[in-house]
Structure formats: structure tokens, C-alpha cells
């Protein structure tokens, strides 16, 4: 959006008609205060100075509310992202992790990538392979979780799946891990860790929410 209050262009010569100066001048973007007045397919307006006066007046006005309404957009979506799922930033699967999930359909995606962060409350062994992780998430986080998270068996923490860190004993899920090698390091308990990947509720089990699987995990 342009305004023409940075790009007016004086005439040199200036008409004294009465007591009223008429001052000439080309406007290079329209005015929504200049009415019928605005010009048209390049040709010339005559301004009075009151116009002038009007113009000059309104343009910091207009200029502070652009910059107030842009201020106003970008703490918006600031605030959404922090405190509306987590923080979406660096967020990608550069090793299609999400490709060797079994039966993903049992997952249904709220976000498509988040990073969160809390302390790692339990550590387990699934038959699926997957090193499954209660997180006890940091305060920020705290909305990430569910009434599906709340008692047993998560009794509040957040769900977190390394997925294929082990050979597979579950039929279901042998094939997905096929071709596919875990480079995420697994972590203790008690560790604080920051965690990057889907935000997804997992509808076999309460639709419980759950980062599944985990793109990047880093200890710390």
C-alpha cells in the first residue's frame, strides 16, 4: 500500500487567487479523502491549500495506524503460536520419519509440527518398537495435554513417541519399520529435553495427546 504523502510533486509556481493559494501537484497513488477530486489516468489535480493542509494532517495519522495494525498482527500470531500447541518453528522431517508409523490412521493430526519441552517422568519399551516417554511438560506446555492424558496411565504428562528404536514384536508394526534405522538418542528419566514433531491424539487409546513420532529430541 502506497500513500501519497512521500511522493507529492510541487509545481514551482504558486497562484494567489483572493485570499486562497492554489498550489499544484501530482499525486502518484489515489486518496480515498481527495473524493471525486483524485486523479485520474495521469491527468493533473488542483489542489487548494486546505486540501493540502488535510492531506498533510491525515498521512501521519494513516501511517501510524498501518504500523499499529502490523505491531498489533505480528504479537497476534505470536501469542497464538506460544500459547495455542507449542512453538512451530524448525519444524520438519527431513528423514520421513512419519512414513514408518504403523497404522497411522489411528492418529489424527491437531498439528502437523510442534516443539515442546518438559522432563522425562517415565521411559518404555513397546512391543511396537517405539520407546514410548511420559513428559511432564514444562508450564509454557502445559495446554498441550488432555482429560485423556489426565490419570492413569499418563497421570498428566504428555505422550512422546520415538518410534522403531527397537526390533518389533508386534506383527502390525513389523513392516513399517522395515528400512528404516532410529537416530534419535532415547533419553532417562529425570532428563529435560526439548522435542520436535507431529501433535497428534491417539484414538485407539482415551484420544490422548501425544508428539508422534519425534522428528528431533535434544537432551538438555
Not at 502506497?2 to 504558486?14: Q, V
Amino acid at each position: 500500500m502506497s500513500f501519497p504523502l512521500a511522493i507529492w510533486t510541487l509545481e514551482k509556481d504558486s497562484l494567489k487567487q483572493g485570499q486562497v493559494h492554489t498550489t499544484r501537484l501530482t499525486v502518484e497513488s489515489e486518496h480515498p479523502d481527495l473524493d471525486s477530486r483524485r486523479r485520474v489516468n495521469g491527468v493533473w489535480l488542483t489542489l487548494t491549500y486546505p486540501d493540502l493542509l488535510l492531506l498533510s494532517m491525515k498521512a501521519p495519522l494513516v501511517a501510524a495506524l498501518v504500523i499499529v495494525s502490523l505491531v498489533g498482527a505480528v504479537a497476534g500470531f505470536y501469542f497464538y503460536d506460544r500459547f495455542n500447541g507449542g512453538s512451530t518453528s524448525s519444524c520438519s522431517d527431513p528423514a520421513s520419519i512419519s512414513s514408518h508409523v504403523y497404522n497411522p490412521y489411528r492418529l489424527q493430526i491437531v498439528k502437523s509440527c510442534i516443539t515442546a519441552s518438559g522432563t522425562v517422568d517415565r521411559v518404555i519399551d513397546e512391543a511396537d518398537g517405539d520407546v514410548h516417554l511420559r513428559l511432564n511438560l514444562d508450564q509454557a506446555y502445559s495446554n498441550l495435554t488432555n482429560s485423556g492424558n489426565q490419570g492413569y496411565p499418563q497421570y498428566g504428562d504428555l505422550v512422546v513417541e520415538i518410534i522403531c528404536v527397537n526390533p518389533p514384536s508386534q506383527t502390525d508394526a513389523v513392516p513399517a519399520c522395515q528400512n528404516y534405522t532410529n537416530q534419535i538418542p532415547v533419553p532417562s528419566v529425570g532428563q529435560h529435553i526439548m522435542i520436535t514433531g507431529p501433535y497428534v491424539l491417539d484414538t485407539d487409546h482415551y484420544n490422548w495427546a501425544e508428539i508422534h513420532p519425534v522428528y528431533s529430541l535434544v537432551i538438555g
